[in-house]
């Protein structure tokens, strides 16, 4: 079986742009909740002196990661900032003084077995990258390292436009090796598979030079279809195995890393410098030179695409990511965060969304649904607000790749009526819970 | 910087509309429309323009009369006419072509919700009301430049074997029949066209088509024969496809085929009508809904190693 997809644009414009450091802003504003748990504490105040790898905040809880300044300079305030999910966050706002000195705490951490390996990937500050910002550590820290058949690496990099990850394995390789080595060591793992997807025949062959002489480390190429990436796609396509509804990879014995957060590992091993500055890409078309750039984290967007050559034409909407499962921003003053690997801009052709027509019940979003989910139906289910068929449709398992909205010819929001409709499902469900309690 | 539009996720679409979708429809036709204007004369022409005007007419009309948004222009209605039309005789009266066209677009279409609501095909359940209405204009098949006014299903069904078209006139058209319906070359040039673009997928005109001729084979009737007449190509490939009126899935597409060949057997060798594709159509239309249900693909939900 193979699972279904779209074959989406590739618009990889920036894959041969190496990326270049862009000039540091005056005020950069670094938000404490970059990741998914518990947002981190505040560990400075107004007039403190920070230097790059400052700590600002520090991982507060069990799910949680610590946050550190990517600049050199001085806290301005500690502000509140509205994140695009909605969520008010502090945020350390900093004037930075253009020096870019290094804290003098920042220095290789020294790691001799998995407990030391474990809390260096917690003190690094590492989140997922692919998208999600799941805490590394909590991912890494397995009880039963047994379990462990493998780890995929995903550089499947399957959104149209991001080339970021490109890079990484491109221009770091060597720490993407050094990181596997340290997973060997400390963790016991026998097998690694690189996923790329076959349009990307430069990381493949690159990787594959590398991982030539050893035996424990794959790599995979894979169809460009979209959502290659998507990590239970991912899984399913490495390894032939179903991640079960509402569980993790662990649950059939496999870890799933961002192919940047583990060269970023890899990094921190041997510099000791946390995660304070991002590889991005703009592109888009409302840019005037799509490029890869190195940004400081906090950095506004705007700066980004200032240093992209500036802009074409007025922006109507810009994202965080790819086009397929990015976020749009409320303004050019969002700031870059540890899991923006993208920041594209539209222009009105491109970001108008079209007008939306009637469903002619063509199918083509039920057989492009990489999870045979039918949007179609879930859309019916949620007009007449029946929970118990949302429950039977299974909703609750998309993952909101965006496949089934991009083949729509009548341009229906699927997507978003999947989101609505998944919490129209929560409360069924914990209405029927609390209901079920009562009558005991 | 102006003000940003925000938007949920996906950012990007495919460049496939509605009304694409239906141009390629409208384009997968007009082969037929040409075969039937050379075989049946200029008079085919009058009849699909007819039909495709009125149909286009009472769908803007009574958008307008219920205060609906006016839809005309994703051209379902002009390939409704044009089905409605290939599925007449030529000598058909225009204001019963008309009136056709109006039962099509008003009653089975709009009247049960416009564009992907109806479960029925609005082109062949307005065909069959016609033959109940006009028993006898819908079943003369003149011909303008020779005596032959029979069908060969019909000739079939009466035994007179003898007075049968050639193969070559059956798969050129040449021979009584709906004035769309009798050129199987050109119906399979759109229909090719239709699988290349995507439009439909080989599942339903294959598992119709299959079933026709497999029945035949075992009932002792010429397969060749059963293929290229009546309406089962036209219906095989551009009727049974209708995305309102048949399954979504594939399993469901392939059950809808086999179901409609059945039945199109059903009354070709058995039953009062000597033709039995439209009947067929609707009988799966109705149907459709629970063939939907039991084919509906079980959502990946996993639970161990596979
Ligand atoms: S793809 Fe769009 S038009 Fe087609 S069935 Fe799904 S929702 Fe309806
Ligand atoms: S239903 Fe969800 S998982 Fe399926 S294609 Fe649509 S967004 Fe992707």
Redesign the pocket.
């Known amino acids: 079986m193979r699972l279904h997809g779209a074959k989406v644009p590739h618009k990889k414009n920036t894959a041969e742009s190496k990326p270049v450091k862009i000039p540091v802003s005056k005020t950069v504003v670094i938000p404490m909740s970059m990741h998914i748990g518990k947002q981190a504490r505040v560990t400075v105040k107004k007039g403190d002196n920070v230097k790059v790898g400052t700590l600002l905040g520090e991982q507060d809880g069990f799910i949680s990661a610590p946050v550190h300044s990517s600049v050199s300079g001085t806290v301005a305030k500690i502000d509140e900032i509205t994140m695009s999910s909605g969520m008010k966050v502090p945020a350390v706002v900093i004037e930075t003084d253009g020096l870019q000195q290094k804290d003098d705490a920042v220095k290789p951490p020294e790691v001799k077995d998995f407990d030391s390996f474990i809390n260096a990937v917690k003190n690094s500050g590492i989140v997922g990258l692919g998208g999600a910002g799941f805490p590394t550590f909590v991912k890494l820290n397995v009880k039963e390292l047994e379990k462990i058949d493998a780890v995929i690496i995903n550089g499947a990099e399957c959104e149209p436009y991001i080339t970021s990850d490109t890079r990484t394995m491109l221009d770091k390789t060597d720490y993407i090796f050094k990181a596997i080595d340290a997973v060997k060591k400390y963790m016991g793992v026998k097998r690694f598979i690189i996923g790329v997807e076959n349009n990307k025949p430069q990381c493949v062959k690159k990787l594959s030079e590398y991982s030539k002489d050893d035996s424990l480390v794959e790599v995979r190429p894979l169809p460009a279809v979209y959502p290659q990436g998507g990590e239970k796609v991912l899984v399913y396509n490495t390894m032939k195995r179903i991640i079960p509804k509402g569980g993790l990879p662990l649950d059939v014995g496999v870890i799933v890393i961002n192919v940047t957060t583990l060269a970023f590992i890899g990094e921190y091993l041997e510099t000791g410098m946390p995660l304070v500055e991002k590889c991005v890409t703009v592109d888009g078309s409302a840019v005037k030179e799509p490029k890869n750039v190195i940004a400081p984290i906090g950095t506004p967007i705007s700066d980004l695409l200032e240093s992209a050559g500036g802009l074409k034409s007025e922006p109507y909407k810009i994202i965080y990511g790819g086009p397929m499962m990015g976020i749009s921003v409320p303004s050019g003053e969002a700031p870059v965060l540890k899991m923006t690997n993208a920041v594209i801009a539209m222009d009105k052709k491109e970001a108008v969304p079209p007008k939306t027509t009637a469903?002619?019940?063509?199918?083509?979003?039920?057989n492009h649904c990489p999870f045979k989910l039918d949007?179609?139906a879930i859309?019916r289910a949620y007009k007449t607000g029946s929970g118990e068929d949302l429950e039977k449709l299974c909703v609750d398992l998309c993952m909101e790749c965006g496949c089934?909205s991009y083949?729509?010819?009548?341009k229906?929001p699927?997507v978003q009526t999947n989101k609505l409709a998944k919490s129209m499902l929560r409360n069924y469900i914990n209405k029927k819970k609390a209901e079920e309690e009562e009558n005991e | 910087m102006n003000k940003l539009i925000s938007s949920v996720s996906p950012h990007i679409n495919s460049n496939s509309t509605t009304q694409k979708i239906m141009l390629d429809v409208v384009i997968a036709l007009i082969p037929a429309a040409i075969a039937s204007v050379i075989i049946f004369g200029a008079r085919s022409l009058l009849v699909i323009g007819v039909c495709v005007a009125v149909c286009i007419l009472s769908e803007w009309g009574f958008e307008k009369i219920c205060k609906k948004e006016n839809t005309i222009s994703d051209l379902s209605a002009v390939v409704t006419g044009m089905l409605l039309a290939f599925n007449l005789p030529v000598s058909i009266p225009l204001w019963q072509a008309a009136f056709g066209s109006i039962v099509a677009i008003v009653v089975v279409k709009q009247l049960f919700g416009g564009i992907?609501q109806n479960f029925a095909n609005p082109a062949i359940t307005a065909r069959i009301i016609m033959m109940t209405a006009f028993s006898g204009t819908m079943t003369s098949w003149v011909f303008p430049d020779a005596s032959s006014s029979a069908t060969p299903l019909a000739l079939i069904s009466k035994g007179q074997i003898s007075g049968l078209p050639s193969y070559l006139n059956m798969f050129l058209g040449y021979h009584g029949g709906c004035l769309g319906e009798t050129c199987t070359l050109a119906l399979l040039l759109g229909g090719a066209y239709l699988l290349v673009k995507r439009v439909i997928s080989w599942h339903t005109p294959t598992a119709f088509i299959a079933t026709v001729v497999i029945m035949s084979f075992i009932c002792g009737k010429d397969p060749l024969y059963q293929f290229m007449s009546g309406g089962l190509v036209i219906g095989a490939f551009f009727m049974a496809t209708d995305y309102s009126s048949s399954p979504?899935t594939k399993w469901g597409k392939i059950i809808f085929g086999i179901g409609c060949g059945l039945i199109t057997v059903l009354i070709r060798f058995w039953g009062n009508f000597p033709e039995g594709v439209s009947f067929s159509i609707l009988l799966m239309n109705i149907l459709t809904p629970y063939i939907e249900k039991m084919t509906r693909a079980k959502p990946l939900t996993g639970g161990g190693k596979v």
């Open positions: 469903c002619i019940n063509c199918g083509k979003c039920l949007p179609r859309a089934c083949v729509c010819p009548a229906r699927l | 992907g979504a």
